[in-house]
Nanobody, 125 residues
Framework: QVQPVESGGGLVQAGGSLRLSCTAS???????MAWFRQAPGKEREFVAA????????YYADSVKDRFTIFRDNSKRAADLQMDHLNPEDTANYYC???????????????????WGQGTQVTVSS
């Protein structure tokens, strides 16, 4: 079983940056690694995904040009660099692992097999 573990959340002021890390318990070379988030009272939503070889990335429109997803298969890790944060980015962020596919496929949370426990990101105004 592949168990992702997130780290790096915290409190930051609007306009600031945070970097989240996701590390898997086993090899992730053949898997898609992605980040989702869920704010209080809202449904979980897709944030970003990176292909197994790290060369293709997808982003939600709300974070495009502000967030960047990186992947290091030697470390079984996928990081999410978050810049220009705003209060609407406040949420619990989850790392997920599953099959790679088209954008329409990877943005669906029901296509992922393994989920981390989440890390809280709070952006103050």
């Amino acid at each position: 079983q592949v168990q992702p573990v997130e780290s790096g959340g915290g409190l930051v002021q609007a306009g600031g940056s945070l970097r989240l890390s996701c590390t898997a318990s086993t090899d992730t070379l053949h898997y898609n690694m992605a980040w989702f988030r869920q704010a209080p009272g809202k449904e979980r939503e897709f944030v970003a995904a990176v292909s197994p070889n790290g060369q293709i990335t997808y982003y939600a429109d709300s974070v495009k040009d502000r967030f960047t997803i990186f992947r290091d298969n030697s470390k079984r890790a996928a990081d999410l660099q978050m810049d220009h944060l705003n209060p609407e980015d406040t949420a619990n962020y989850y790392c997920a692992i599953g099959h790679w596919g088209t954008r329409d496929y990877v943005i669906r949370d029901d296509t992922y097999w393994y989920w981390g426990q989440g890390t809280q990101v709070t952006v103050s105004s």
